[in-house]
């Protein structure tokens, strides 16, 4: 079965760094999506990617936040100065539609010392 | 602002029995509904849909029920097996909207 694959699984990284945290979406999916889930709390929507640019962010995506579809199979979110609070599990997701179940990875855990 | 609400963090049943979980939502523009089950250590892994122009959708043990005037929704699982156990979430969405609201989730354990 297809599968939404997330690179690194862990990563830690001092406070102040840039992260870059990767996924390469299901191949004929058309929309990606970054979630994250800060330990103990709900999931949380970042930001929504079709067409190659974004379509909706959420108030969490300020401008520390980017992403990127580099070469039409990865899909890359980067944190460009990150502060104790992003550390959170992220996760990426792609759809065939809009109202399409998502698929999700498994994940990639990141630790902000 | 907690547009999608589980209020029961925790529900613990039976093997073979009914497992009932339960979703309020506050925006009554949403008109889609999912439910994702979460096992440890994975990412949320599709379950079911429906939308609001249905009442009822069923996909084997899975039957999700809508009640838009409630602004309600609930998971029934029905016989409930041990490999059920993990985290369910709700989650919502607006037509022509690109993302998804999750409730904060309700640990399911099944009891062998």
């Known amino acids: 079965e297809p599968e939404v694959t997330q690179t690194p699984s862990h990563q830690v990284t001092q406070m102040g760094q840039e992260v870059i945290l990767r996924c390469v979406p299901i191949?004929?999916?058309?929309?990606f999506y970054w979630y994250r889930q800060i330990l103990g709390q709900k999931v949380e929507f970042l930001v929504s990617?079709?067409?190659?640019?974004?379509?909706?962010k959420s108030e969490i995506f300020d401008d520390q936040f980017s992403v990127e579809r580099p070469d039409g199979s990865n899909f890359t979110l980067k944190i460009r100065s990150t502060k104790l609070e992003d550390s959170a599990m992220y996760f990426c997701?792609?759809?065939?539609?809009?109202?399409?179940?998502?698929?999700f990875g498994s994940g990639t855990r990141l630790t902000v010392v | 602002d907690q547009q999608v609400k589980q209020n029961s963090p925790s529900l613990s049943v039976q093997e073979g029995r009914i497992s009932i979980l339960n979703c309020d939502y506050t925006?009554?523009?949403?008109?889609?509904f999912l439910w994702y089950k979460k096992y440890p250590a994975e990412g949320p892994t599709f379950l079911i849909s429906?939308?609001?122009?249905?009442d009822k959708n069923e996909d084997g043990r899975f039957t999700v029920f809508l009640n838009k005037s409630a602004k309600h929704l609930s998971l029934h699982i029905v016989p409930s097996q041990p490999g059920d156990s993990a985290v369910y979430f709700c989650?919502?969405?607006?037509?022509?909207?690109?993302?998804?609201?999750f409730g904060t989730g309700t640990r399911l354990t099944v009891i062998p």
């Open positions: 191949s004929n999916h058309l929309y």
């Open positions: 997701a792609s759809s065939e539609g809009v109202n399409y179940g998502y698929t």
């Open positions: 429906i939308s609001s122009i249905k």
């Open positions: 990617f079709y067409n190659n640019e974004i379509s909706e």
């Open positions: 989650a919502a969405s607006e037509t022509g909207a690109n993302n998804l609201f």
């Open positions: 925006n009554s523009m949403f008109d889609y």
